[in-house]
């Protein structure tokens, strides 16, 4: 089945822990991308990746990281995680920039 | 960087028609239109996508005026399970140079019977 999936789906931690979400696409798409959702505010653009090897910051891009060293993988991870990160984060593929993106069913992650 | 916007919400009734408008003024010249439907808790999910004109597929239509900034997501014959959040994304004109996928402010739908 096309998908991409997220882990892990809810998570619980404490300031300054670092932790990694992981998002994987089985549709060899090349356009990769990380939204956080939070109430009023609708989705904001993370980090995206043109295709491998190729990363940019989205519109909210503080105390984020990503990599993506193949593919299907593009990683989210918080290298000292803050209340302020608490939110809903949701991974896309798309064969192409523009084209239709398919969306993880999201990570809701509680910084205490 | 210029905000892509849509009205916070829209009420209706079963069986009736709904567009939904979304303004943005800093659209890129090539970039396409792409609106999503979202569901609590779940991710936006594709309805419809266009560059100019009008576009219909099964479930909506889409009319983009010549100047393209502005569209309109139309949802023919709304029924209950159509009460979600709308969502226009399009590539909007970076201040520096480039274009970048920026999604619309977002139009929560609420149909009654």
């Known amino acids: 089945e096309a998908q991409v999936t997220q882990n892990p789906r809810y998570l619980i931690t404490v300031t300054g822990k670092k932790l990694t979400v992981t998002c994987s696409q089985n549709m060899n798409h090349e356009y990769m991308s990380w939204y956080r959702q939070d109430p009023g505010l609708g989705l904001r653009q993370i980090y995206y990746?043109?295709?491998?090897?190729?990363?940019d910051k989205g519109d909210v891009p503080e105390g984020y990281k990503v990599s993506r060293k193949e593919k299907r993988n593009f990683p989210l991870i918080l290298e000292s995680p803050s209340p302020n990160q608490t939110s809903l984060y949701f991974c896309a593929s798309s064969p192409l920039y523009q084209e239709t993106q398919y969306f993880g069913p999201g990570t809701r992650l509680l910084v205490l | 960087l210029a905000k892509t916007t849509q009205p916070i919400s829209m009420d209706s009734y079963e069986g009736q028609e709904v567009n939904i408008t979304c303004s943005h003024n800093?659209?890129?010249?090539?970039?396409?239109i792409t609106w999503y439907q979202q569901f609590p808790s779940q991710g936006p999910r594709f309805i419809i996508q266009g560059y100019k004109t009008k576009v219909t597929n099964e479930v909506a239509s889409l009319f983009i005026p010549a100047d393209r900034k502005s569209s309109t997501l139309s949802l023919p014959r709304v029924s209950l399970s159509d009460t979600a959040v709308y969502y226009c994304?399009?590539?909007?004109?970076?201040?520096?140079?480039?274009?970048?996928?920026?999604f619309g402010t977002g139009t929560q739908l609420k149909v009654e019977l």
């Open positions: 990746s043109m295709n491998v090897e190729v990363t």
């Open positions: 800093n659209i890129a010249t090539n970039d396409y």
């Open positions: 994304l399009v590539g909007v004109i970076l201040t520096g140079g480039g274009n970048k996928l920026t």
